[in-house]
């Protein structure tokens, strides 16, 4: 709310107010996500994303950009770097019955879909930015060990999992959001990485 009033007043104000938002708007347990459009969820990560985006629609001086975010994958942060080192020590299995849907995106098109929106004057709204194939948290966790070329783990189980995350891990890892990408579709936009294992190979220097 500070950041919008703020450059609401600015004699200068910028042309585009891009805003990152999560697809865990849809709530823990949305599903499979036909677009932008489905309702929002009652729980508190999705609660905090509809005031967030309320805010951000204020702005009233230029093109508002509303990004929600997937999981986005780097090795340098977030749940692909926390997934690496068990993975590698041959302990990384499914998190809870690993039907949850996980959507991705890698970071390389992050950064790109984010110019895309920002350069283009004709885009303004709400944007899905996760890759348009979502995959399971079994399907996932089978990946990146084929990847690695590591067996896959033991699977944790949920009760173990909300024990060593708590709260966080009801609306994290086994929250179950398959969000389509369908603005973004609609705009012509170019994926690089459609294929999760292609994907996982280029962030982690495994090309064979």
């Known amino acids: 709310e500070l950041i919008v009033k703020t450059l609401n007043h600015l004699q200068k104000p910028p042309k585009v107010f891009l805003s990152t938002s999560a697809v865990g708007i849809y709530g823990s347990q949305a599903g499979l996500v036909s677009d ?8 508190f990560l999705a609660q905090v994303c509809v005031d967030w985006e309320k805010r951000a629609h204020e702005y009233q001086k230029g093109r508002v950009l509303i990004a929600r975010l997937g999981v986005v994958l780097s090795p340098q942060g977030g749940m692909l770097k926390k997934m690496l080192l068990p993975m ?15 959507s991705w995106i890698a970071i390389d098109d992050l950064i790109y879909t984010f110019y895309h929106l920002i350069t283009n004057p004709s885009l303004s709204g709400t944007f899905n930015v996760t890759s348009p194939q979502q995959v399971s948290q079994r399907e996932f966790t089978a ?4 990847v690695l070329k590591r067996p896959k783990g033991l699977a944790l189980p949920k009760k173990l999992v909300k024990l060593i995350w708590g709260e966080m891990a009801e609306a994290t890892l086994l929250s ?20 999760l294992e292609k994907a996982l190979r280029h962030l982690l220097g495994r090309s064979h």
């Open 36 to 43: 932008e459009s489905a309702s929002c969820g009652d729980d």
């Open 88 to 102: 590698k020590l041959g302990l990384g299995g499914q998190i809870g019955s690993g039907e949850q849907q996980v």
């Open 143 to 146: 990946t990146l060990a084929r």
């Open 176 to 195: 179950s959001i398959g969000a389509n990408p369908k603005a973004l579709k609609r705009a012509s936009h170019q994926f690089y990485f459609l294929n």
